[in-house]
């Protein structure tokens, strides 16, 4: 999970833009004046998001006596994220703010739209709040569907609110195998407190993040296979081991928890791996003119 700085707009601006682009001046005004009962659940929001409390926010029915779940989320669709629109730069503000635009929940694939952290469905009072709105690709937008957490542990990662620090956390294992095997888990280290190394387990198996990183894995390996055959023939296990290393270095220092560290690691730490495994990927050309 990537973390990311909140939107730096609050609901009171999403809101009045939001409302500036609905011609049908009932319904605007109808949304304006619902803007104390959104701003009084976004307070709350605050409150509570920083200490991984918000399964703790009261789902209401509806928004105010004149705006439904159902009405909101379509001034949502129709309004607030259409093309065109006076809110759609705040939407894409949110959606654009991952690096490289990679979905912090993943972080692997590309972000596909904007996901309400607390289903619109549940809380519509937190339908246009801007930390409520969390960009996402379409597997996780799809995987986390309308969750709605029931207590602390199945919450998933907030990138805005929930930090893991750097300490290595997702480890991989290589299996001996043809091709070889890699499974991703968790190591929680020793500083977290449990509710978080649940809440971190309930993520990765929500999003399904042990089987698409081992698929990344196994591209990753067939990628570099007639690479680490080279460097085999001519170093032997010492040098592919060495070259692992190089490898693991690089994306470490980039990210100490991305699948790709991981995996480096638990090939370079295999010696099962460094003597023969990498010669089980896949069937070679031969390597050598
Ligand atoms: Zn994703």
């Known amino acids: 999970m990537k973390r990311l700085n909140p939107p730096v707009f609050a609901s009171a601006q999403a809101v009045e833009a939001c409302a500036s682009g609905i011609a049908d001046t009932e319904r605007a005004d109808a949304l304006r ?3 104390p009962a959104i701003e009084i659940a976004e307070r709350a929001y605050q409150a509570l998001a920083p200490s991984g409390e918000l399964y703790r926010m009261d789902q209401t029915g509806q928004v105010t006596a004149l705006i439904s779940a159902e009405l909101m989320s379509t001034i949502y669709k129709r309004h607030f994220a259409r093309a065109g629109s006076p809110s759609r730069l705040l939407y894409e503000q949110i959606r654009m703010a991952p690096e490289h635009g990679i979905c912090p929940l993943c972080g692997q694939r590309v972000v596909a ?3 309400h952290y607390l289903p619109k469905s549940h809380y519509p009072q937190l339908t246009l709040t801007p930390i409520n709105l969390v960009p996402a690709c379409s597997d996780c ?6 969750q709605v957490p029931r207590n602390a542990q199945e919450q998933s990662l907030h990138p805005y609110f929930d930090d893991l620090g750097n300490e290595r956390w997702l480890v991989a294992e290589v299996r001996p195998s043809t091709p070889p095997t890699i499974s991703f ?9 449990e509710v978080l190394t649940a809440r ?11 089987e698409l990183y081992a698929a990344q894995a196994a591209s990753e390996l067939a990628d570099i296979s007639y690479l680490l055959a080279d460097v085999g023939g001519s170093a032997g296990p010492d040098g592919v081991r060495a070259h692992l290393e190089r490898e693991l270095q690089s994306r470490a220092a980039r990210d100490a928890n991305s699948w790709k560290t991981a995996l480096y690691e638990a090939l370079a730490c295999s010696d099962w791996f460094c003597a023969e495994g990498y010669r089980q990927i896949q069937s070679l050309p031969v390597p050598f003119p």
């Open 141 to 146: 937008n799809k995987n986390k569907l309308a």
């Open 113 to 115: 739209s904007v996901d």
């Open 185 to 193: 888990g968790i190591r929680p280290p020793t500083a977290w407190p």
């Open 200 to 210: 971190v387990a309930h993520h990765f198996a929500t999003m399904g993040l042990a």
């Open 33 to 35: 004046q619902a803007l």
